[in-house]
Nanobody, 118 residues
Framework: QVQLAESGGGLVQPGGSLRLSCRVS????????MAWYRQAPGKWRTIIAS???????AYTDSVKGRFTISRDSAKNTVYLQMNSLRPDDTAVYYC????????????WGQGTQVTVSS
């Protein structure tokens, strides 16, 4: 059974940084395409960054140049480094399989809340 455990969120001022972690159990990251998603209040959950099994990364335009996705296969953990945070980055952040290439999601974790506010 796949389990996803996100952490690292919090309250940060505009322009600040956070590093999110997603500990994955039940699958090996090296064999799966993973992604970070976020859901802002009143909006759909959307994909914002992905890392393929070959290490290729991709980003939605709104976070390109500010966020970096990475993974540590030894720790089976996916990371999201977020810099230059803006109030519109406020959302609950989740990791999961990249639905576009994997074709399905695993059960969602609890997510981690990121609030960007002065």
């Amino acid at each position: 059974q796949v389990q996803l455990a996100e952490s690292g969120g919090g309250l940060v001022q505009p322009g600040g940084s956070l590093r999110l972690s997603c500990r994955v159990s039940g699958i090996r990251l090296s064999g799966n395409d993973m992604a970070w998603y976020r859901q802002a209040p009143g909006k759909w959950r959307t994909i914002i960054a992905s890392i393929a099994r070959d290490g290729t990364t991709a980003y939605t335009d709104s976070v390109k140049g500010r966020f970096t996705i990475s993974r540590d296969s030894a720790k089976n953990t996916v990371y999201l480094q977020m810099n230059s945070l803006r109030p519109d980055d406020t959302a609950v952040y989740y990791c999961n399989r990249d639905m576009r290439t994997q074709g399905y999601y695993s059960s969602w974790g609890q997510g981690t809340q990121v609030t960007v506010s002065s």
